[in-house]
């Protein structure tokens, strides 16, 4: 829901995003195909440094330019900035954290 929903996420929705900022990672964490998937040091699979163990703070911390340039060549460019903060903020508020 995370990233298709356009605009403010209803109250009672709110508490369901929980933490995630994205909603695939829901999704890469529950996929069958993910338990097999093979390991490889190609660089092109390797996790970005800017999504990769960072933190709800850190997110909050980053410019908008520091996003945009993370999301470039992505999917996630489909939520843009704007959304992604959005659900940055949510998480915070969820994790009893201020962005």
């Known amino acids: 829901m995370t990233i298709e929903q356009r605009g403010p996420i209803a109250?009672?929705?709110?508490?369901?995003?929980?933490?995630?900022?994205?909603?695939?990672?829901?999704?890469q964490e529950v996929c069958p195909f993910n338990a097999t998937a093979p390991v490889s040091d190609d660089p092109a699979w390797q996790p970005r440094p800017a999504w990769d163990a960072v933190t709800v703070v850190e997110l909050a911390q980053s410019s908008d330019e520091a996003l945009r340039v993370a999301m470039r060549r992505s999917a996630m460019k489909r939520?843009?900035?704007?959304?992604?903060?959005r659900n940055i903020?949510?998480?915070?508020?969820?994790?009893?954290q201020k962005a």
């Open 11 to 27: 109250g009672d929705l709110r508490a369901g995003v929980g933490t995630h900022v994205y909603g695939c990672d829901v999704c």
């Open 79 to 85: 939520a843009g900035v704007r959304n992604l903060r």
């Open 89 to 96: 903020e949510l998480a915070s508020e969820n994790a009893g």
